[in-house]
């Protein structure tokens, strides 16, 4: 470091970028964060970062960010009093409610938030504001992990832990390119064979050759979006050649004999090879080798998750790994990967898909428990789920929402089917945006509530092992802005008498801690043994953490700990593949797969104005095989159009790439200027209601002269 940028002290924190939820030490100079170093002692990363979490403290002095709320006047955005801000919206709130219903006012959150700070504008929002119009943007990356979790197993609740990496012999992953965009993940595998002696065999499911298949000893080059006929085939192989762990099955799961009548009567190989592309020899030795495992672990993230198929697709993976035993044990698991740094968050305190430490809306004994513990009116708390995210833009659409809080979340890049968002939120009454940085769509808000950032607040981060992880702060928020808790608790003083009832003599993070830790006593997601004391001197602890298990638990549905369901038992579902809603032909003879590049972050309101990681991943690119960019006669270099049913984009530039199967084009959903997200689908799994990002039909269009 160069002297005069030297840090003066280090404060020991948590990376807010990914879910990996790795331990990073941020240097402070002069009030200003000035360097990033990991935490050698984090269990996560043993002082490793990504280029991302290496360069995180540069987004806290980012010029992308707000200093002071806003508000529009005269059709620009100015800058305001907190005072006036709170006061105009809570006026319009107030009005729309009045006139329209509580159930008018739509909030759409993120997986960026603290637990805390989760916990509270849930609270407001359900309790305070009275609509269950409440969703996170988490659904576009990981509600279809959540509901097949909840299907299977009978509650939420990543089951496994990143040590099992370090012990399995067959790991296998299903689209999840980590080297993107969980990198240090990688650290638990190669730990591997120092862990066990040998190496473990690396299995990777992807219709593209990632970063990610580089590790692989299998690469398995599925056609798109055919992993669950993949898995369901899998499951036949086994239970034909009699490689199913039986005695696990009888004693730990439910629903065998349909499952099994299921699988033989509609998964034959060659139809499963027909649909995947994979030869049934092929199909016949991956079987083996994971079957055969004496530990496998499975894991999988957007690309199993952001799937119309998703939430049956992640079952059949539990199923898979149900019939073979691998539940429960070191280095034999089923775990999904979450997308950001406090998706978990989202999931445990609720008031999304279920009420606060996973009790169910329905269930009035949950309701009744949920409202003793917090003091409220038994009426108060929701008995069902309101909209979730995309289908409260279609209620925005119908003109039954109005106005629209988003928190966190830049819908005009990460949503599907731009051309419809838009004309969606035409018609709302009034927007807010609270986010710390300049978006797309903080630009078009009526109000803008500026928030603090990572490093300017306090609270816990759960990353994808469930582990809770500290989150210090270091210096203070910039400029005028506030903590996402302070906004909250202060906003709420302009409802009469909804602060004192939801937050009394709340002043500080650890008030909304200490009544998670009591809300979530006994639940699956058990905080009530942990304190930021003991997560900073244990380096993270993963729920459920109570009297029985005072630091922690790796992993859930051991022998001794049944699963959350009526018998205690985990389900093999009868689960079936479907084709895609959008196919290729001659109009559109592509399918285009969307993702991420390891150096941006989502839709770039924190990177953009990183200038290393700008240098590493400036703009998108099309990702195109030789003979298809043959076709075309364009080349690498190159800059041609993409076209769907739905719009059209320009000038994207072409990267020839053999990792990328003939019939198909990847392109990253980050950059505005290359807005792939206006012309992917509007297709959504109807139980977990995450949209279908991977796969639509388009065309190319090449400006060459010939
Ligand atoms: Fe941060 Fe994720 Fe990178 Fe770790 S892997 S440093 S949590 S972005």
Request: one cysteine or more; proline letters at 3%.
């Given at each position: 470091v160069a002297l005069e940028k030297a840090p003066t002290s280090w404060v020991r924190s948590t990376c807010g970028y990914c879910g990996v939820g790795c331990g990073l030490y941020i240097g402070v100079k002069d009030g200003k964060p000035v360097y990033t170093k990991g935490d050698p002692k984090h269990p996560v990363n043993q002082g490793t970062l990504c280029p991302k979490g290496l360069s995180e403290h540069e987004i806290v002095n980012s010029i992308n960010?707000?200093?002071?709320?806003?508000?529009?006047k005269n059709k620009e955005l100015v800058s305001t009093s907190w005072d006036e801000v709170f006061k105009t919206t809570s006026q319009k709130f107030k009005e729309i409610q009045e006139k329209y219903g509580n159930t008018a006012i739509g909030v759409i959150s993120t997986g960026q938030l603290l637990t805390e700070e989760f916990y509270s504008l849930g609270k407001f929002v359900q309790l305070g504001l009275k609509t269950n119009n409440y969703c996170g943007n988490t659904t576009l990356c990981m509600a279809s992990a959540v509901m097949g979790y909840k299907q299977t197993f009978g509650s939420d609740g990543p089951i496994g832990a990143y040590e099992d990496f370090s012990h399995a012999d067959v790991i296998m992953l299903i689209g999840a390119n980590i080297a993107d965009n969980h990198p240090i993940l990688k650290l638990h595998i190669t730990k591997n064979k120092k862990t066990t002696g040998k190496k473990p065999t690396i299995i990777v499911v992807d219709p593209r050759f990632s970063k990610t298949a580089n590790m692989a000893d299998i690469y398995v080059p599925i056609l798109p979006r055919s992993d669950l006929a993949l898995i369901n085939g899998l499951c036949y192989i086994i239970l034909e050649q009699g490689w199913e762990n039986e005695k696990f099955i009888l004693e730990r799961?439910?629903?065998y004999k349909e499952f099994k009548k299921h699988i033989f009567e509609n998964y034959k190989p060659q139809d499963v090879s027909n649909i995947t592309?994979?030869?049934?020899?092929?199909?016949?030795?991956?079987?083996?080798?994971y079957a055969k495992a004496e530990k496998a672990t499975s894991a999988w993230t957007m690309g199993v998750n952001q799937s119309s198929i998703?939430?049956?697709?992640?079952?059949?993976?539990?199923n898979l790994a149900l019939i073979t035993g691998n539940i429960g044990r070191q280095g034999a698991t089923a775990l999904s990967i979450t997308g950001q740094c406090n998706a978990m968050g989202t999931r445990e305190?609720?008031?999304t898909s279920s009420l606060p430490g996973y009790r169910n809306f329905a269930s009035s004994y949950d309701r009744e428990e949920y409202a003793t513990l917090v003091n409220v009116p038994l009426e108060d708390v929701p008995t069902k789920r309101g909209y979730?995210?995309?289908?409260?833009?279609?209620?925005?659409?119908?003109g039954e929402i109005k106005a629209l809080w988003l928190v966190a979340t830049n819908p005009l890049i990460s949503y599907p089917d731009q051309n419809r968002l838009r004309n969606a939120l035409k018609k709302l009454e009034f927007l807010v945006v609270q986010d710390a940085f300049k978006s797309e769509t903080s630009l078009i808000a009526d109000v803008v509530f500026s928030?603090?950032?990572w490093s300017e607040k306090e609270g816990t981060y759960t990353n994808s092992e469930r582990r809770c992880n500290y989150a210090k702060k270091a210096v203070e928020p910039l400029g005028e802005t506030k903590s996402d808790f302070d906004i909250v608790l202060e906003f709420s003083k302009y409802f009469e008498s909804v602060n004192e009832k939801l937050f009394p003599s709340w002043s500080e993070p650890k008030d909304a801690f200490n009544e998670w830790k009591k809300v979530s006593a006994g639940r699956l997601c058990d905080y009530s043994g942990m304190s930021y004391e003991l997560i900073e001197e244990l380096g993270g602890i993963q729920w459920p953490c109570n009297e029985k298990y005072p630091k922690g638990k790796a992993r859930l549905y051991d022998e001794k700990m049944p699963c959350p369901t009526d018998d205690g038992k985990a389900k093999l579902l009868c689960l079936d593949w479907k084709p895609l809603a959008e196919t290729s032909n001659c109009d559109f003879p592509l399918i285009l797969n969307t993702g991420r590049t390891v150096e941006q972050w989502h839709t770039r309101t924190k990177t953009k104005t990183i200038s290393i990681l700008n240098d590493l991943a400036p703009e998108a690119w099309i990702e195109i095989n030789p003979a298809d960019a043959k076709k075309?006669?364009?080349?690498?270099?190159?800059?041609i159009d993409i076209s769907s049913r739905r719009g059209r984009i320009n000038n994207i530039i072409v990267k020839e790439s053999q990792n990328i199967r003939v019939g198909t084009i990847f392109v990253p959903f980050h950059f505005n200027e290359q807005l792939i997200n206006s012309i992917t689908i509007a297709d959504f799994d109807p139980k977990s209601f995450e949209p279908n990002f991977k796969q639509c039909a388009v065309q190319l269009h090449s400006f060459k002269v010939p």
């Open positions: 960010r707000y200093t002071t709320p806003m508000i529009k799961t439910t629903g592309g994979i030869d049934v020899k092929d199909l016949y030795e991956l079987a083996r080798v998703g939430t049956d697709t992640v079952s059949a993976i539990c305190t609720g008031f979730s995210y995309p289908q409260i833009i279609d209620a925005i659409d119908r928030a603090a950032t075309l006669e364009v080349s690498s270099g190159d800059r």
